[in-house]
């Protein structure tokens, strides 16, 4: 731990501003006062006598709690404990991280040491820092605060133990666990900060949803096709959906028994799923209203992917572009609009002819666009069952395709939709 983090540690334990914590410890260190006395003699100057109790705030319930404080003392119920490593300031520090709960609520929580608590002990809190995060009030365990056994159960309607379905997950989750099959598992070399590392990314899924996942430290038990048990994972948000990531201090089980998966995906409309921010895996039904430009046959930057025109890539400058199919479709079900991006193997079939079959009526007509036309004569104005991964950035909502399929065994619904576009 650096001066830095005691800084931030003791100016949000004590309430005051870090800047002039970290000036007076790094004055008090530059004397050659040890670190404990430099804290305590910090402490002593913003009135706290450190390690007596007078100094200790007052009780409060975590429904009194708002960010106006500065720091509480609470009884509590410990629902989740998360454990992870957090690089700060070039040092690697590791916290504990989760939620609190009592009968009136529960609270998110950081602790910079290990306390020791486990989910499921009650506990008196002494003296904790209070921090906003993300404009709700957080509780910051430091070497200020005290942790003891309660003397009482603290009862809570929360879930006690960070067991969750993975629909139930939201980005910020931390220390929960699950039991999930591995679906798909790749393995990369990312450049991270501690030079060249392998991590595996993939999707795992239950019988409730499916997600992304990202293993920070590969453990060997995740295998496409195995059934685990995973502890202590935390989830964060990529594009707009949870996203689930292991780390060193994920325990990882293989089960015996094959966990049950879901096949199908949560169906919404295309209103509600752009209102979610970003879904991993969605179905909606909608009716193509146009192809767009781009669509059709189209050439592709053999480095990096890129649809390219005219042999240049925006990154890679002059290369020799791959032929490739796709489509770019604009889905529209009366509540919203998103463009629905159609890869090679679907845009074949909706096609009905693959690149090389593309290229020769492309030539026969002297014109790409034969091969976008052709598309559009078969989906625009139709209705279409669509699942895939919809992301939403500043270009908009698009959904990458997994499945499409005539809509026709749903034609109620579909004149329903277009009903209602038509009204407005
Ligand atoms: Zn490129």
Redesign the pocket.
């Known amino acids: 731990m650096d001066v830095d983090n005691h800084a931030e540690e003791l100016a949000s334990a004590l309430g005051v501003d870090k800047q002039e914590v970290k000036e007076d410890l790094e004055s008090l260190l530059g004397y050659s006062v040890p670190l404990d006395e430099a804290k305590q003699s910090i402490r002593r100057k913003h009135g706290d006598g450190g390690g007596g109790d007078a100094a200790q705030p007052e009780s409060v319930t975590l429904s009194e709690i708002t960010t106006g404080l500065s720091n509480a003392t609470v009884t509590v119920r410990v629902l989740t404990v998360g454990t992870r490593t957090i690089q700060y300031q070039g040092d690697e520090q590791t916290i504990r991280e989760g939620r609190f709960g009592d009968e009136t609520g529960t609270i998110s929580y950081t602790a910079w040491q290990d306390f020791g608590f486990e989910a499921g002990d009650s506990i008196v809190v002494g003296n904790a820092g209070v921090r906003e995060w993300e404009g709700e009030p957080e509780l910051n365990l430091g070497s200020s605060t005290s942790v003891a056994m309660a003397e009482e159960t603290v009862d809570t309607d929360a879930p006690i133990g960070g067991d969750s379905d993975l629909i139930d997950l939201s980005p910020g989750d931390r220390g929960r666990s699950i039991e999930v099959q591995i679906q798909e598992v790749d393995s990369r070399t990312i450049d991270g900060r501690n030079g060249e590392t392998e991590i595996l990314s993939g999707v795992v899924a239950d019988e409730t949803a499916r997600l992304p996942f990202t293993d920070w430290n590969p453990h060997p038990e995740i295998e496409a096709g195995a059934s685990c048990r995973i502890e202590d994972v935390y989830v964060r948000e990529y594009r707009g959906s949870p996203s689930i990531n292991l780390s060193e201090f994920s325990s990882v089980t293989a089960l015996s028994e094959s966990v049950a998966v879901t096949d199908s995906a949560p169906r919404l409309t295309l209103g509600e799923a752009v209102d979610s921010g970003g879904l991993f895996d969605v179905e909606v039904v909608g009716n193509v209203l146009e192809v767009r430009d781009g669509s059709g046959l189209i050439e592709r930057?053999?480095?990096?992917?890129?649809a390219?025109q005219n042999d240049q890539?925006?990154?890679?400058g002059a290369?020799d572009g791959e032929d490739d199919l796709r489509i770019k479709a604009i889905l529209d079900d009366g509540t919203a609009t998103v463009t629905a991006i159609i890869g090679a193997e679907l845009t074949e079939e909706i096609y009905g002819g693959d690149v090389a079959a593309a290229k020769e009526a492309a030539r026969d007509a002297m014109d790409k666009e034969v091969v976008a036309d052709t598309i559009r004569d078969e989906l625009v104005g139709g209705g279409y069952r669509v699942r895939g991964s919809l992301s939403i950035d500043e270009y908009g909502a698009n959904l990458t395709v997994e499945a499409f399929e005539p809509a026709d065994d749903e034609p109620a619904e579909r004149a329903a939709a277009v009903l209602q576009e038509v009204r407005g």
């Open positions: 930057c053999p480095e990096c992917g890129r390219i890539c925006r990154v890679h290369v």
